[in-house]
Protein backbone atom coordinates (compact mmCIF):
# COMPACT_ATOMS: atom_id res chain seq x y z
CA UNK A 1 0.00 0.00 0.00
CA UNK A 2 1.76 3.18 -0.87
CA UNK A 3 0.01 6.93 0.10
CA UNK A 4 0.94 9.43 -2.53
CA UNK A 5 1.05 13.34 -1.55
CA UNK A 6 1.87 15.73 -4.31
CA UNK A 7 2.07 19.34 -2.93
CA UNK A 8 1.60 22.14 -5.20
CA UNK A 9 2.48 25.57 -4.87
CA UNK A 10 -0.33 28.46 -5.27
CA UNK A 11 0.98 30.00 -8.99
CA UNK A 12 2.33 33.80 -9.27
CA UNK A 13 0.27 35.80 -7.04
CA UNK A 14 -0.95 39.16 -7.23
CA UNK A 15 -0.17 39.83 -3.08
CA UNK A 16 3.70 38.67 -4.09
CA UNK A 17 3.95 41.01 -6.92
CA UNK A 18 2.65 43.95 -5.63
CA UNK A 19 4.21 43.40 -2.34
CA UNK A 20 1.16 43.10 0.01
CA UNK A 21 -0.24 40.78 3.17
CA UNK A 22 -2.12 38.39 0.97
CA UNK A 23 -4.55 36.97 3.94
CA UNK A 24 -7.94 35.50 4.08
CA UNK A 25 -9.52 38.76 2.99
CA UNK A 26 -6.87 40.57 1.66
CA UNK A 27 -5.86 37.57 -0.90
CA UNK A 28 -6.51 39.02 -4.39
CA UNK A 29 -5.70 35.64 -6.27
CA UNK A 30 -3.17 35.08 -9.23
CA UNK A 31 -2.09 37.15 -11.57
CA UNK A 32 -2.47 36.22 -15.16
CA UNK A 33 1.31 34.70 -14.67
CA UNK A 34 0.16 32.66 -12.34
CA UNK A 35 -2.51 30.86 -13.62
CA UNK A 36 -0.78 30.40 -16.89
CA UNK A 37 1.48 28.48 -14.46
CA UNK A 38 -1.79 26.35 -12.59
CA UNK A 39 -2.59 24.84 -16.30
CA UNK A 40 0.53 24.15 -17.16
CA UNK A 41 0.90 22.27 -13.06
CA UNK A 42 -2.84 20.98 -14.41
CA UNK A 43 -1.51 19.74 -17.61
CA UNK A 44 1.83 17.75 -16.03
CA UNK A 45 -0.44 16.02 -13.47
CA UNK A 46 -3.12 14.72 -15.35
CA UNK A 47 -0.05 12.97 -17.45
CA UNK A 48 1.32 11.51 -13.87
CA UNK A 49 -1.90 10.62 -11.88
CA UNK A 50 -4.05 8.20 -12.67
CA UNK A 51 -6.84 6.30 -10.98
CA UNK A 52 -8.67 7.49 -8.17
CA UNK A 53 -6.96 11.33 -6.51
CA UNK A 54 -8.09 13.81 -3.88
CA UNK A 55 -7.42 17.68 -4.15
CA UNK A 56 -7.09 19.30 -1.01
CA UNK A 57 -6.40 23.33 -1.03
CA UNK A 58 -5.55 25.92 1.63
CA UNK A 59 -8.83 28.41 1.55
CA UNK A 60 -6.53 31.28 0.26
CA UNK A 61 -7.64 32.62 -3.26
CA UNK A 62 -4.36 32.12 -4.72
CA UNK A 63 -4.61 28.73 -3.44
CA UNK A 64 -8.12 27.49 -4.58
CA UNK A 65 -7.71 29.41 -8.12
CA UNK A 66 -4.53 27.12 -8.73
CA UNK A 67 -6.40 23.94 -7.36
CA UNK A 68 -9.73 24.41 -9.89
CA UNK A 69 -7.41 23.83 -13.08
CA UNK A 70 -6.05 20.80 -11.42
CA UNK A 71 -8.96 19.40 -9.89
CA UNK A 72 -10.50 19.18 -13.19
CA UNK A 73 -7.74 18.38 -15.45
CA UNK A 74 -8.25 15.20 -12.98
CA UNK A 75 -11.90 14.61 -12.57
CA UNK A 76 -11.85 15.46 -9.40
CA UNK A 77 -13.33 17.97 -6.37
CA UNK A 78 -11.60 20.38 -4.62
CA UNK A 79 -11.83 20.09 -1.10
CA UNK A 80 -10.84 23.50 1.12
CA UNK A 81 -8.84 22.56 4.49
CA UNK A 82 -7.95 25.89 6.46
CA UNK A 83 -4.95 23.89 7.61
CA UNK A 84 -3.19 24.15 4.53
CA UNK A 85 -3.16 27.10 5.07
CA UNK A 86 0.04 29.90 5.14
CA UNK A 87 0.21 32.23 8.30
CA UNK A 88 -2.74 33.18 9.78
CA UNK A 89 -2.15 36.91 9.23
CA UNK A 90 -3.66 39.39 11.82
CA UNK A 91 -6.24 41.53 10.77
CA UNK A 92 -4.47 45.04 11.22
CA UNK A 93 -2.08 43.84 8.59
CA UNK A 94 -4.38 41.66 5.95
CA UNK A 95 -4.32 43.20 2.63
CA UNK A 96 -1.88 46.24 3.75
CA UNK A 97 1.69 46.96 2.54
CA UNK A 98 4.26 44.65 4.44
CA UNK A 99 5.78 47.33 6.11
CA UNK A 100 2.60 46.92 8.39
CA UNK A 101 4.30 44.04 9.37
CA UNK A 102 7.71 44.85 10.16
CA UNK A 103 6.22 47.67 12.16
CA UNK A 104 4.21 45.27 14.24
CA UNK A 105 7.88 42.91 15.09
CA UNK A 106 7.88 41.38 18.28
CA UNK A 107 11.87 40.79 20.06
CA UNK A 108 12.61 37.35 20.59
CA UNK A 109 10.43 36.12 18.03
CA UNK A 110 10.98 33.17 16.15
CA UNK A 111 10.45 29.56 16.63
CA UNK A 112 8.03 29.56 19.32
CA UNK A 113 7.30 33.23 19.78
CA UNK A 114 5.55 35.41 17.05
CA UNK A 115 7.58 37.23 15.17
CA UNK A 116 4.93 39.89 15.04
CA UNK A 117 2.26 41.21 16.88
CA UNK A 118 -0.85 38.59 17.18
CA UNK A 119 0.60 36.43 13.81
CA UNK A 120 1.43 32.32 14.51
CA UNK A 121 5.06 31.51 15.31
CA UNK A 122 6.61 29.09 13.41
CA UNK A 123 5.94 26.19 15.64
CA UNK A 124 2.23 26.99 15.71
CA UNK A 125 2.11 27.30 11.85
CA UNK A 126 4.01 23.78 11.80
CA UNK A 127 1.64 21.64 14.27
CA UNK A 128 -1.65 23.26 12.32
CA UNK A 129 -0.07 22.00 9.22
CA UNK A 130 1.35 19.29 10.52
CA UNK A 131 -2.41 18.11 11.71
CA UNK A 132 -3.89 18.91 8.27
CA UNK A 133 -1.31 16.89 6.14
CA UNK A 134 -1.57 13.65 8.64
CA UNK A 135 -5.12 13.87 8.44
CA UNK A 136 -5.31 13.54 4.99
CA UNK A 137 -2.75 11.06 4.70
CA UNK A 138 -4.88 9.00 7.26
CA UNK A 139 -8.33 9.44 5.30
CA UNK A 140 -6.59 8.77 1.96
CA UNK A 141 -3.84 6.01 3.28
CA UNK A 142 -2.98 4.29 -0.20
CA UNK A 143 -3.99 6.71 -2.49
CA UNK A 144 -2.74 9.35 -3.81
CA UNK A 145 -3.56 13.47 -2.71
CA UNK A 146 -2.92 16.35 -4.37
CA UNK A 147 -2.44 19.36 -1.61
CA UNK A 148 -2.47 22.81 -3.13
CA UNK A 149 -0.74 24.88 -0.56
CA UNK A 150 1.88 27.72 0.10
CA UNK A 151 5.51 27.63 0.71
CA UNK A 152 5.13 27.38 4.28
CA UNK A 153 3.04 24.30 3.47
CA UNK A 154 5.59 22.64 1.83
CA UNK A 155 8.68 23.35 3.88
CA UNK A 156 6.34 21.91 6.90
CA UNK A 157 6.26 18.60 5.04
CA UNK A 158 9.69 19.04 6.25
CA UNK A 159 8.89 18.57 9.39
CA UNK A 160 6.25 16.54 9.66
CA UNK A 161 7.09 14.26 6.94
CA UNK A 162 10.84 14.07 6.76
CA UNK A 163 10.78 14.48 10.59
CA UNK A 164 13.26 17.69 10.28
CA UNK A 165 13.93 19.87 13.41
CA UNK A 166 11.89 22.89 14.07
CA UNK A 167 14.97 25.15 13.85
CA UNK A 168 16.34 23.66 10.53
CA UNK A 169 20.34 24.32 8.91
CA UNK A 170 19.06 25.31 5.66
CA UNK A 171 16.38 27.20 3.46
CA UNK A 172 14.55 26.01 0.60
CA UNK A 173 12.76 28.12 -2.20
CA UNK A 174 9.96 26.83 -3.25
CA UNK A 175 8.94 27.74 -6.62
CA UNK A 176 5.30 29.51 -7.75
CA UNK A 177 3.20 26.49 -9.33
CA UNK A 178 5.81 23.73 -8.49
CA UNK A 179 5.47 20.20 -7.44
CA UNK A 180 6.91 18.53 -3.89
CA UNK A 181 6.24 14.99 -3.75
CA UNK A 182 6.09 12.56 -0.91
CA UNK A 183 5.38 8.47 -0.24
CA UNK A 184 4.91 5.78 1.96
CA UNK A 185 4.55 2.40 1.66
CA UNK A 186 2.62 0.77 4.78
CA UNK A 187 0.33 2.49 6.96
CA UNK A 188 1.41 6.50 6.84
CA UNK A 189 0.08 7.36 10.42
CA UNK A 190 1.50 4.40 12.39
CA UNK A 191 3.30 4.81 15.43
CA UNK A 192 6.71 5.24 15.78
CA UNK A 193 6.27 7.23 13.03
CA UNK A 194 6.62 5.61 9.34
CA UNK A 195 9.44 6.78 6.91
CA UNK A 196 8.41 9.03 4.22
CA UNK A 197 10.23 9.04 0.93
CA UNK A 198 11.00 12.25 -1.29
CA UNK A 199 10.81 12.18 -4.49
CA UNK A 200 11.05 15.47 -5.83
CA UNK A 201 11.16 19.09 -4.44
CA UNK A 202 9.62 22.20 -5.93
CA UNK A 203 10.07 20.55 -9.42
Request: proline fraction near 5%; aromatic fraction near 6%; include cysteine.
Amino acid sequence: MRTRLIFVRHGESVHSVERFVGGRQGCRGLTARGHEQAAETARRLAGEVSGPVAVYSSVLRRALETAAPIAAALGADVVADCGLCTWHYPAYADGRPLAVLKDAELPGGGVHRPFQRENESWAELVVRTGRAIMDIAYRHAGQTVVLVGHSETINGSFHVLGMQPLLRAFDTVVAPGSVTEWTADGDPVTSPPTRWTLHRFSA
